[in-house]
């Protein structure tokens, strides 16, 4: 249901792998830097882990400072999807989920439909995946059983739930990158110090 023509969400999966690879990469020259004693080793773990905490910082910002403009996009993208629902594609299959799982209709609410060709030039109002089929009811819906709280604001709810996990996600790692720094800095000085010591 969210336009997939933004390349990031296709490409998601990828850009983690390829994230983890580099940070384990990382590691292995801290660690290698700090038991060989490599000065060298330890500087480029040093920058690395520096450059890293500046991206993610910068990351950060970024997300934070176009999260309305993210929000837009995916509001933009349900209403482009909603268009191209027919009832039997693997984009209306996301749509009906959707619509069950989170018992809502449309993206503002269920008049988004009449905009649908499928759904506007037939006698119903709304696909089925938008009416109330649970014995128990399902909260706010109209006297025909259909939902009326739209998707976005549900999806959007969903999507800052996830906002926060992030948030601290990436503080956690910060605190680490920090905790790297401050460690590689002082086996760097230790190194420092013994190889003057040799030298002595």
């Not at 996009?73 to 799982?101: A, C, F, H, P």
């Not at 706010?140 to 999806?155: E, H, K, R, Y």
Request: net charge negative; with cysteine.
């Amino acid at each position: 249901v969210i336009d997939r023509s933004n390349n990031i969400f296709e490409n998601f999966g990828s850009i983690c792998i390829v994230v983890g690879v580099f940070c384990t990469l990382l590691g292995f020259t801290g660690l290698y830097g700090a038991c060989k004693e490599s000065k060298g080793c330890l500087i480029i773990f040093l920058i690395l882990v520096f450059v890293v905490f500046i991206l993610e910082l910068v990351a950060g910002g970024l997300a934070y400072g176009f999260h309305n403009k993210i929000e837009d996009s995916v509001r933009e993208g349900m209403q482009r999807t909603l268009l191209l629902y027919d009832g039997t594609s693997d984009l209306s299959k996301s749509w009906d989920n959707i619509q069950k799982t989170l018992q809502c209709c449309g993206v503002q609410n269920f008049t988004d439909w009449e905009n649908n060709t499928l759904i506007g030039n037939s006698s119903v109002m709304v696909p089925s995946s938008c009416i109330c089929t649970l014995a128990g009811g399902c909260g706010s819906v109209l006297l025909n059983g259909t939902f009326m709280q739209g998707c976005f604001s549900q999806v959007d709810e969903e999507v800052l739930k996830n906002w926060k996990v992030w948030g601290g996600a990436a503080i956690g790692f910060a605190v680490v990158e920090l905790i790297g720094i401050i460690f590689g800095l002082i086996s760097l000085r230790e190194v420092h110090k013994s190889s003057q010591y040799h030298v002595a």
